[in-house]
């Protein structure tokens, strides 16, 4: 990467979490002011807690799923402690990285 | 008079009693029973409405009991004022009976409720139909017990004996001012007959000087039992009872009021003091109570707000001498309400029921023309209909009809299908709506109407009853502007909201054990089923 | 972290722990559309045992049956000697957990009124109770898209009611009310001097004083789609609202000092909570059992155990005598399906109540029925004709993916006459209600259609069902009814060919239905027509989230006659032959009358068998009425038992039309030819199964994960309204007042009614439902099934939890097992032979 790719620096952050979790993450995001976020639902994977497997038909709730966010650097260390202490007490995953996107005013 | 038809008429007024001690009899709770003391009630009304149609046919009669001959100590008495009364509570006696037959199945008690409502029902005949103040005012107070052993009869259920307690309190009061101005008449003037205008003009005159403090303290007793001004708290506190007992308060108690000042309205009517004191107290309490009613989120409550305004306006009438009206409006009330709290289980809006509206009429031009239609053609129909106008009051009441028409006129014009089908039916809708108003008005105003007392000297004009109308657009008025809007709403929606409810024992502090759980000492609802209906 | 940083971590970390003292309250949906719910639910990660210890200490509540109800089943031998023996023998009780003792009861607040005799608590409860039913019915003004919080923020400081409370110097505290809901929380809790560590503790014990309302303000924080309409009380608002009741309150009561930020008041009043927790728990002794009567093993055993010990095997021992009876009967050959090949097959919800309609349609004639979750896989937002809302039609666990329309068949002059009547309908009700609450009009309005309304009263009383008639001829006059089709449209919003096909495979796979086909297959909802009831939606279909069935139904109908969906089905392995024809119906559970829709789109052809159809299922449905008519109250003997069940469905007056999902306990995975000609009582769930045609389990996974938590729901509504009426159920139905058209109070106000009425549980006299936990039966090969629960956290917490029991065994030649809470599984033996074996081993 380079300067011509006219990228911005932002940060990622992925989360696994049970599906019922999904409603309380959002509020935590509208919370910190990200403006946006995806949401994968129906995934399945192994942890700590045991197998998960994600294929429900009819459950969206029971089932893992993935919500993925990016934020500024800046925003990001609020979230994480609310983040924190949520997984302090539920299985999931946590996931930040470094990202970069092409339009940065999107994430503000 | 004819045997037959006094027969008819005590059993009428009678059966219910009977009734009563059926419920009493035996330990056990039992459909069978419930189902005999329920049908002696639709007998009851049967009867009430023969002795109706007796009436009609061959005119007055009566009943009575001890005493000399012309001066009797009790009786009964069926002219078309009090035979229209009686078929009222009977009436009102019996489909709630029948109602509470279904809707009281699971509650092995309920046996207290049947007696109790069958004893309000006949201390309510008998102060309608009764003959002499000594009768009037026995079964007035009886009717007051009555409806208080009503209102207890589950003290297991939150608020009910709170609400039991200050309802004895507000009718003890009432009551006693009630005795206290029959005791005056009886050592002024005797056992008075109030069924004969000559006998109360006789009365009026062996009161004399006492006559406004007799007045004023049948004004009390009356607005207590209405749950008027100062004396209204009891009401909104009675919806902690079971649904049949709402229905049987607000069809048949809380009208109270209003008999009886129609049937005192020779004796209450003669105290200028004592109708402004009505009248201020009932046009207030029917502004004000008007305003909570639609601050109130519960279906109830706004039912209970909205009959204490309501028998506002029926006070306010007898306070102004239109005695007929205050009877239509008692009569016609009781009924809606009733209908309104039999049927308040289903105001939960299901989806996918709503059909799409129509689209919005743009023009308030046309709305108000529609209203100002609809008004002018109701009230044109009812002034075809002879009887109407002849009254007291009926032009006032005339101004009220066209004024609810126009608001049924605006609220439909909004939005209704556009078709011309529709539009001429709502035309001949409204018509018939009046047409039918107006013939009850008439009819009853041309039947009943030499049984209604005269407006005494005390009495006020009928177009001070405008002045509710005026204070209801005041308030609506007020709501508007934006500055006074919060104050205003705050305001109502506090001064309508119910005291804390202590319920059964719930929030236990300390540890729990899961096996007892938190079983305090307040009478458990579920432990009074384990006894068992037959 | 700057201070805006530091500020939004502590709101991020408050979110999370308010979410977490909400655990132990179970959501609550408004009236519209009622779901019974586990009200532990959120605990379901505890054991079963523990989440009833830790939900008395915090909700006050019972978690067993009373010891007078097991009484009552051991005097009439619902619960013998040997089910105690069977129980006491099973797995050892589980009590207590980590982390119990350290909840703290009782909020701060609650320890001040109890040391000082002040009123704050209740104050609050009151106030935060008054303006939320305020709030939900429209009446607080408020600002577009703010919240409960601002709302209430905004009006506060003309509530008269708090001036007079607070005084002088307390109003101006109103003004400083922070602006965001979060930090309002955070001072709150500081001016109570709640230290952090406490902070979940405090807000779960705050939330329990009015489970009503705060799970009112969870559902929708939580759990309600976000175009749901009407006013949003969310659940931060709502603690936000209640601190801040509770701080002003208390420091005004303390005169500003002591609880001003320091945590001296906290700690102070911490020493409270020893004294009641040193309560002993109370050992089982029964009322009106003599103890003398207990065999001398189970005596010993059973009363040297504690309280909830003693609960635990009286429960598992009521449980295990039903368990016993039921997989005997299951076990017992009945030849209960016919060897004709069926004439139809008929598709039922699971519902308990489809039980006995498949039952006694299968003895009237050669039909095969199946049962299905009454959604019929479909997860679809639906738009009835005409009507400006949609309906979500799926279970709540999941979100509705496609949407459908119903149109008229023939768009023709009937049908914009049927709209138009129905909005004249609407239209008189709207303007009814204005004039109602306008200015000057409500007093003639009163009396002159009192008139109308007296007669109306005395006819619905005392006639209901002509009544109900000349209604329903008058509405049908007026608006005509119009043949309407429901389908979708790939392109606004529907199913693509490919995913109805999918759906389809689903649906056909997971019953088990894949060959055979006869050449009419009915697929019958189910709904419940009752009158004046406001609990009505609890009576509907929980598996079309709280509607009717009818529409799920028409649409599976529709995308199942469809060539394309045939022709992809084909492609899959599922064969319809073209004689085959789907047609939807709707059985009405109040009434037992099967409706069936659609029939103008069905050919000719078929006009026949549905007619005989019809005639069967009107024969099955009058069976079971007058089955069912000997269990309801107030039914007369002797005449006519099923005009008499239809009349409690047209009665205004009636609390008790149907007993619903009363007396339910078991959810049987299987295919029909176990259960055929077995009489279930109604009581048990059925979904049809067939491993065979299941080789990955995927079928299987998709019934546990989702019907069965469905029907645990019911049971546990069921189980926890019966064994504590007074906190967990809605109490007298007779006293219910509905509020903003969202749930019910008992009398003029307090708390929203969780849970189902007493009128749906008990009859007077007795408990009519039986509380016991669901026991799952499945017929499926053990590796299987260990398979898909090892792999879904929700049922490993299900069946390990012992919120759920399991039997289950390879086919029918088996024999059956239950599985343990370790997950091992054991030979199911009746419990009499654990009286044979004490007696052989002496």
Known sequence: MDESWALAQMTRIEVVIGGEDVPLITELLSEVGATGFTVVSNVSGLGHSGYHQGRLLFNDRNALSLITVVLPAERVRPLLDGLRSLLAHRSGVLLVSDTWVSRPEYFQ | ?534 | MNTTDELLAARTRLLVQVDEAARLIAPLWPLSTVIAVNPLWDLRQMPFAEAVTYASRVLGICGYPSPSLFAEEYASQRITNDDLRAALGDCPVTHGGKGISDVVVLTATERHDLAHGTEIAATTDREVAKWSAAFLAGMVPTHAASGFYTAWRAIIPSDPTLRRILGKSGRGRLAELPTQPEDAILLGLDRLGVPEEDRVAELARQLARMPGWAGHAKWRSRWAAPYQPGPALHLVDYLAVRLSYEAALSVAATNGEGAMGSSAFYQHHRGLDEAPRSCEARRLEPPRLDVEAFPADVREELFALSGAEAAQVWLRAYEGHYRDRLLDSLNTEVDGLSTQTPSAQAVFCIDVRSEGLRRHLEAVGPYETFGFAGFFALPIRHQPWGSTEAVDLCPVLLRPGSRTMEKPHNADVTASRHLRGRQVEAGAHMMFDTAKKAAVSPFILAEASGFLAGPISAAKTFFPRSYAKLRSALRASLAPSVATVIETDPNDGGMSDEEQALFAETALTTMGLTRDFASLVLLCGHGSTTENNPYASALDCGACGGNRGGASARAAAWILNRTRTRELLAQRGIFIPGGTVFVAGEHDTATDTVVIYDLHLVPPSHHDGIAVLAADLERAGAALAKERARLLPGVKKGRNAVAQVAARSTDWAQVQPEWGLARNAAFIVAPRSVTAGVDLEGRCFLHSYDASVDPDGVALETILTAPMVVAHWINAQYYFSTVDPEVLSAGDKTVHNIVAGVGVVAGAGGDLKVGLPLQSLFESGRTYHEPLRLLTVVQAPQIRLDAVINRNPVLRELFDGQWVHLAARDDEHDTWKIRRSDGSWVQWRPAATYTEEVSTHG
């Open chain 2, 1 to 534: 008079m004819d045997v037959f038809t006094q027969w008819l008429l005590g059993a009428a007024v009678l059966m219910p009693i009977v009734g009563s001690a059926i419920a009493v009899v035996g330990a056990k709770g039992s459909n069978r029973r419930r189902r005999i003391v329920t049908e002696l009630g639709w007998m009851s009304a049967l009867f009430a409405f023969g002795t109706a149609v007796a009436v009609a046919l061959r005119g007055s009669f009566g009943i009575t009991l001890g005493g000399a001959h012309g001066h009797p100590f009790l009786g009964l008495w069926a002219d078309p004022l009090t035979v229209t009364l009686l078929v009222l509570i009977c009436g009102v006696g019996a489909v709630v009976q029948s109602y509470g037959l279904r809707y009281l199945q699971a509650d092995p008690k309920a046996e207290r409720f049947f007696a109790a409502a069958n004893v309000v029902v006949t201390a309510m005949a008998v102060v309608s139909t009764s003959i002499t103040v000594a009768g009037l005012v026995a079964a007035w107070v009886v009717a007051g017990i009555g409806f208080v052993v009503v209102v207890g009869a589950r003290p297991d259920l939150p608020g009910v004996r709170t609400s039991a307690r200050r309802t004895l309190g507000m009718f003890v009061l009432g009551d006693a001012a009630l005795v206290g101005a029959a005791v005056i008449i009886w050592l002024r003037a005797g056992n008075v007959d109030v069924v004969s205008a000559h006998a109360l003009r006789l009365a009026a005159g062996a009161i004399g000087g006492l006559s406004g403090a007799v007045a004023l303290l049948i004004v009390v007793a009356a607005l207590s039992r209405s749950a008027q001004g100062p004396f209204g708290r009891w009401l909104p506190g009675t919806v902690s009872a079971p649904t049949p007992a709402s229905a049987l308060l607000h069809a048949g108690v809380v009208n109270g009021g209003g008999i009886l000042l129609i049937r005192l309205g020779a004796l209450a009517g003669d105290s200028m003091f004592a109708m402004v004191v009505a009248f201020t107290v009932a046009a207030g309490t029917a502004i004000v109570a008007t305003a909570l009613m639609t601050r109130r989120p519960d279906v109830k409550g706004a039912l209970v707000f909205s009959t204490m305004g309501q028998m506002g306006f029926m006070i306010a009438e007898c306070a102004v001498g239109a005695y007929l009206a205050a009877l239509v409006h008692l009569v016609g009330h009781g009924m809606y309400k009733a209908t309104l709290f039999f049927g308040s289980g289903s105001q939960v809006p299901r989806l996918g029921e709503e059909p799409i509206a129509p689209a919005r009429v743009g023009s308030t031009l046309v709305r108000l023309l529609a209203a100002g239609a609809t008004a002018v053609a109701a009230v044109g129909v009812m002034t075809a209909i002879p009887g109407v106008l002849e009254h007291r009051g009926g032009a006032v009441l005339l101004v009220f009809t066209a004024a609810t028409a126009a608001a049924a006129g605006w609220a439909w014009w909004a939005r209704r299908p556009g078709s011309v089908g529709v539009a001429a039916a709502w035309v001949a809708s409204m018509l018939a709506a009046g047409a039918l108003y107006g013939l009850v008005l008439g009819g009853l105003g041309d039947w009943i109407g030499p049984a209604l007392p005269i407006a005494g000297i005390g009495t006020l004009s009928p177009w001070w009853l405008l002045t509710m109308g005026a204070g209801g657009l005041a308030i609506a008025g007020l709501l508007r502007v934006s500055s006074i809007r919060q104050r205003l709403v705050a305001s109502l929606i506090a001064a309508g909201a119910p005291p804390a409810i202590t319920g059964p024992q719930r929030s236990t502090p300390g540890s729990v054990d899961p096996w007892v759980g938190s079983r305090g000492g307040t009478v458990q609802t579920t432990a009074i089923w384990t006894e068992g209906v037959a």
